[in-house]
């Protein structure tokens, strides 16, 4: 079980490691010309992402049902979700990108960006809204992916398309001097050509298992009559579970994405300086690294825990469960000792040249509640890998909601009279507050009846 874990897990961990590093880059890139571009890079990026994040559904409820297909050996349900992912994606994206205007409006509203910062995030979010369409195909197929247990081939793509947005990114910025702006078309570019490379690769995939993607395309996104060894069952009931699941994680994504959104929103409201805004941003490249590390076990959990509730195996259901959150739980501990020890070795890597001193000592004085960040917020990432495997989609929705009514209340009751200690405080409280109540949800029976 643990070699079956560690062979989802380590390349998750790398591919998802990437993303960070990748993040971190552009920050370091905008922190050698100011802090000014610093700030509004994080604030950039967090606008595209308060709207590309919202649609993470499409990779999650993709490996939940795959993974219960694959657990069966129902290869043409498997076709069926693919095609649907991919339909859903391409709707989806669309409608982003014709949209972009009254969405950037909102989440600068949402941010509460200053005018000052205006100019240089739309700058940004205004070209990086382009690589909408292929990033959300890129959801769907690195879910289905996941749902066969195959986590090799995201990382490949992971490391391809954060080695040519690096390149990209550094002529566009260093060699043509395009600024923010030349950050975001390499982000466009290098999802293009991942997306050509994951075709590829789905191509190869169903052509090494006989899987007959391209047989009947258009009758998998309908209702249908399928065939099973009992006779002939409506289709309109496994088409209705999809599009609830999808539902479901939409609302849960969407309140964690607006968590993040009112730290920004608060943090650009407390009188603070740009040092501190900064400095934020700073610390939560660091979350970042975290929540991608372990989300690597909670990406194996996945696929292993969505496996094996498909195959109707409780043992190893159960066995999977306790092994990933051991798992989980060391890597946690080990971020711990990092941060904790790496103190301003560390987070010089993030501070810009310019204003480096102020910056830095600000991202210090608050970078304790990071470090207890490590062993409190890790137990709600293992527990969403585990729901989203047994896609308990409707738990996943009730607990996020009642945790971000958790978060807010926090924060107006007591956070808001502290100032940047009291937002991170809030911050941290609702991500303890998930785990909770997931484990409550669980003790409840609600999720799979107890023995």
Request: glycine fraction near 10%; aromatic fraction near 14%; charge should be positive.
């Amino acid at each position: 079980m643990n070699r079956r874990i560690l062979r989802l897990a380590v390349p998750n961990i790398l591919s998802n490691l990437s993303v960070p590093l990748l993040s971190s880059y552009d920050t370091a890139l905008m922190g050698n010309l100011s802090g000014g571009h610093l700030a509004a890079v994080g604030l950039g990026s967090m606008a595209f992402n308060f709207v590309y994040w919202n649609f993470g559904f499409l990779r999650m409820s993709t490996t939940g049902l795959t993974a219960q297909a694959y657990g069966r050996e129902d290869v043409d349900e498997q076709r069926t979700l693919l095609y649907r992912g991919m339909f859903l994606a391409i709707v989806f994206s669309l409608g982003l990108v014709v949209l972009q205007y009254p969405l950037s409006e909102l989440t600068a509203w949402l941010l509460n960006i200053r005018a000052e910062q205006a100019g240089m995030v739309d700058e940004y979010f205004f070209v990086r809204i382009f690589a909408a369409p292929a990033a959300m195909l890129q959801m769907v197929l690195f879910g289905w992916f996941f749902g066969r247990q195959n986590a090799v081939y995201p990382l490949l793509l992971t490391f391809l398309i954060n080695g040519v947005n690096i390149g990209l990114s550094t002529y566009f910025v260093k060699s043509l001097g395009w600024g923010i702006s030349g950050v975001a078309w390499g982000t466009v570019g290098a999802q293009y050509v991942g997306l050509i490379f994951a075709i590829g690769l789905l191509w190869y995939e169903g052509r090494r298992h006989r899987l007959g993607l391209l047989a009947n395309f258009t009758r998998h996104l309908r209702p249908r009559k399928k065939m099973v060894p009992d006779g002939t069952v409506n289709d309109h009931a496994s088409l209705a579970n999809f599009l609830k699941v999808n539902r479901d994680i939409f609302i849960r994504t969407l309140c964690l994405t607006l968590s993040f959104a009112f730290f920004y929103n608060r943090a650009n409201a407390l009188d603070v300086g740009t040092a501190v805004v900064a400095a934020n941003v700073i610390l939560l490249q660091l979350v970042n690294w975290l929540s991608y590390g372990v989300d690597g076990f909670a990406f194996a959990a996945e696929s292993l825990v969505g496996k094996y509730h498909g195959a109707g195996d409780r043992q190893k259901l159960n066995r999977v469960i306790k092994y990933i959150f051991g798992w989980g739980m060391a890597l946690a501990v080990l971020y711990a000792l990092i941060y904790g020890f790496g103190q301003a070795h560390l987070l010089s890597l993030f501070a810009p040249e310019r204003a480096a001193a102020e910056t830095l000592a600000a991202a210090l004085t608050y970078l304790p509640v990071v470090v207890a960040f490590c062993l409190l917020a890790t137990p709600c990432y293992l527990l969403d890998g585990i729901y989203i495997g047994l896609t308990a989609s409707a738990a996943m929705r009730q607990t996020m909601l009642i945790a971000f009514a958790g978060y807010l209340l926090s924060y107006f009751l007591v956070g808001q009279h502290y100032g940047n200690w009291g937002l991170w405080g809030s911050l941290l409280f609702f991500m303890v507050l998930r785990a909770l109540l997931q484990v409550a949800w669980w003790k409840s029976g609600r999720i799979i009846p107890s023995d």
